[in-house]
């Protein structure tokens, strides 16, 4: 099966929501749960299911995704296996990528080399685990053009999603609508609804007949989840593959159907807090369906003083090797590689990314650290939020966001 399907991951996400961490860097890009990259997620789900062909569209501020995913995702070549990232390349004219459906579009010689079956169609921004081997053989025993995956959310929440509405049989969509008001609950569940997870799979030839007849409609988006797939909603060829069938190996009673869109500062910081707790809402040890990044050769993580209040210790917490917690607090935080918290420091409630240094008696609360943001002997983040988005960005929710190289006020 594995040889007949061409995965296609759609990582060119400007995430202007998701300012200033994607200042200079795609959405995808953007480093998650101390280790990781978003993108490492969907690469991990595909290749834990053994589809090795791998393709990553490429666009907005690429250099660092390209990079990380030529020095990380290394397939064997003798199996004719890759993941390799592909930019946007001017195919069809002189013009970028248009949208997502246009990405494909530009890209038909990537499936035309291929030859596929069936091609796989996922974001690059989302933090889930799934086994895409189940969605693929739902696709093909359904006869269906396109698989769309949903999951179950409240009906009360149907606005903040794009809404996939399904017939009486709860398999075949009716409607596909973009944050809606009115939207009707689940056959089986009133009181639900299934949100898109922008996750698709395609027959081959189904796909290119779409995405060939969407580029020459001059008023279309050119967006997968906005034309393509009304588009074959309308013609009765679309179904739902529901997420809750999906069985992962090893996750637990917890994190089964985990899916979170990471799309917002608060949501961003929200999906970090589901990683820490005793029983984590989504659960980063599970090694049987390991999560894959780079793993640079850093030494083990080390905690160092112990005398009066000046001890290294953390709490509740996920440290990362090359980290150093010298005679301060780290509670409820993520701890990223490199990252230095010296004496009497207070670290509550923070996500710290590569490279961080927390000075002396410096206290940082609720807060996003970029790569690299050195915090001053005796600064505070967090402590005063009006002081704080004179100079900083603050979340709806109080989350106080530096940005890489940022400069941190005394």
């Known amino acids: ?54 393709v990553v569209l490429t666009q907005y501020k690429s250099h660092s995704l390209d990079r990380h995913i030529t020095k990380t995702w290394r397939m064997s070549t003798l199996l004719g296996n890759y993941v390799t990232p592909v930019p946007a390349q001017q195919r069809r004219g002189p013009w970028w990528f248009a949208g997502s459906a246009d990405a494909i579009y530009q890209s038909f010689n990537l499936v035309h080399d291929e030859q596929p079956d069936y091609v796989i169609v996922f974001g690059a921004d989302h933090i ?26 409240p009906l009360s929440m149907a606005d903040q999603f794009g809404v996939i509405e399904v017939g009486e049989d709860g398999r075949r969509i009716r409607a596909f609508r973009e944050k809606p008001t009115d939207a009707a609950g689940l056959p089986d569940a009133p009181d639900q609804i299934y ?9 081959t030839k189904v796909l290119l007949e779409a995405v060939e007849r969407d580029a020459e409609d001059k008023t279309s988006k050119h967006d997968m989840g906005g034309s393509i797939i009304p588009m074959m909603v309308e013609r009765g060829e679309a179904n739902v593959y529901d997420f809750r069938d999906n069985e992962v190996p090893g996750s637990t009673d917890r994190d089964l159907g985990y899916w979170r869109d990471v799309g917002t500062l608060d949501s961003f910081y929200d999906a970090h807090m589901d990683l820490i707790n005793v029983h984590p ?3 980063l040890y599970n090694f049987e369906w390991p999560i894959y990044t780079e793993q640079p050769p850093y030494p083990p993580a080390k905690f160092v003083h112990q005398w009066g209040e000046r001890v290294g210790r953390a709490v509740a917490s996920m440290v990362s090797p090359g980290a150093v917690i010298s005679g301060g607090l780290v509670e409820n935080s993520i701890v990223s ?5 010296h004496s009497w420091a207070h670290v509550d409630g923070a996500v710290l990314m590569e490279g961080v240094e927390i000075g002396r008696h410096a206290v ?32 709806d929710n109080g989350i106080v966001v530096i940005g890489k190289g940022q400069r941190v006020e005394p």
């Not at 890009?29 to 990259?37: D, L, N």
């Not at 590689?337 to 918290?341: I, Q």
């Not at 001053?376 to 979340?395: C, F, H, M, N, W």
């Open 337 to 341: 590689p490199k990252v230095k918290v």
């Open 195 to 203: 949100a898109s997870m922008g996750n698709y799979v395609f027959t």
């Open 281 to 283: 809402v989504f659960n």
């Open 128 to 153: 889930y685990r799934m086994d895409p081997r189940q969605m693929v053989d739902d696709h093909i025993a359904s006869g269906a053009g396109v698989t769309v995956a949903g999951i179950r959310q």
């Open 364 to 395: 940082v609360r609720r807060a996003i650290l970029d790569k690299n943001v050195v915090v001053p002997e005796g600064a505070e983040i967090g402590v005063d939020l009006e002081k704080d988005r004179q100079r900083y960005t603050v979340s």
């Open 1 to 54: 099966m594995a040889d007949k399907v061409l995965a296609i991951v759609l990582a060119g996400g400007e995430g202007k929501r998701l300012m200033p961490l994607t200042t200079d860097r795609a959405k995808p890009a953007v480093p998650f749960g101390g280790m990781y990259r978003m993108v490492d997620f969907v690469l991990s789900n595909l290749a834990n299911a053994g589809f090795l062909k791998i």
